[in-house]
């Protein structure tokens, strides 16, 4: 490595490329450590130094900046501070490092927690995001060592307030009961990121959210579903809706237990009418797991007059939305409690359809796979694999106790054509 008297008009005249296609250093010989390291590819020229540091035995090359920007007497001046910190012992690349991890804010975080969970479903994603950028949104260009326990104690119950407030004391379905459980999740969730960017940054204090060891708002799982007293009313309202499609949405979820997404965004190329099975794929499924579930006689009615109704495209339940199937049931649930009383949201149906299985004579297997949970995690459950054919048996006599409870003494869909 050449050693040369850096001035601006040598600076100027050194080529760039350099002609051996390497990149080549130039030493100053009159500030031992300083230099210009120019490209063997590009027109670039840049002032880095280079010293042991001092009681590591290691050395550190560090960047100035390029030439082109920066003059050379700036350039020396700052190769003489990097220097002298080289000289004292300190490492500047890692006090930079630290000096970022000090200024990495919630904004940041989130990003980069949700690049590497590769696990998540896309919808949980989405939902991640907008969750914490709703309730979090003043903290979002804050370093995150700015935030404190105290911060976090007070947002929480600001948030639990606040939804509260926003669904009008409970009258628009849940109240403070929906507020604590926004603001519950919602430190959950800020919880995670933090120990995500702690696991990244050591130096991070202790997470804020301990602070919320006894003051988490108590939570009790959600209970809501449709009494076989109230099947028959809600049938018959669910059957009165004007629009078709909400209609027959609301009715494969009574009928199958799907999740609402899942029921959703059902495709046409999911239902094998030939095998008379629904085959959610399982990138489609909160469970991660593919789900085949077998057509009772009701549902495979219910899906083959859909199917003669039609509507171009690929979703079972087509709409004008910016996915392109039904999104949101509650303004067709609202429709129908409104004409019976009985609130029920499209969760609370996957819970009428589990209660009224469970007193259905059927085993706690079949159960289980029919809305897709998790068989068990002993030996026995392990090995035990339920093909649909197993299930169509449990899914006809969970279909039939619907049927009575809700009413129905003949098939819904008449003078229906075969589809092979």
Known sequence: MPTIDLTKRVIERLPAPDPSGKQVLYWDRSLRGFGLLVSGTTTTKTFIIQRKIRGSGNTRRVTIERADIISLEKARERAIALLAELGAGLDPKAERRKAARRVVTLTATLDSYLAARKDLAGKTRKEYRAGVERHLEDWMDLPLRQITPEMVEAKHEQIAAGVAARNNGGRRGGGPAIGASSANGVMRAFRALWNFAAERDPSLPANPVKRLRRAWYPEHRREGMVRPDELPAFY??????????????????????????????????????AERVIRLPARRTKAGRKLDLPMSSYVRDLLIARRAIGRDGPFVFASDSRSGHIEEPKFPLNQVALATGIRASAHDLRRTFITIAEGSDISPLALKALVNHSLGSDVTSGYVQMASERLREPAQRVCDRLMKLCGITAPEAENVASIA
């Open 236 to 273: 018959k309202a669910v059957c009165d809706l004007p629009s078709i499609t909400a209609r027959d949405y609301l009715l494969l979820l009574l009928f199958t237990g799907l999740r609402r997404n899942e029921a959703a965004a059902s495709r046409w190329d999911e239902i094998d009418f």
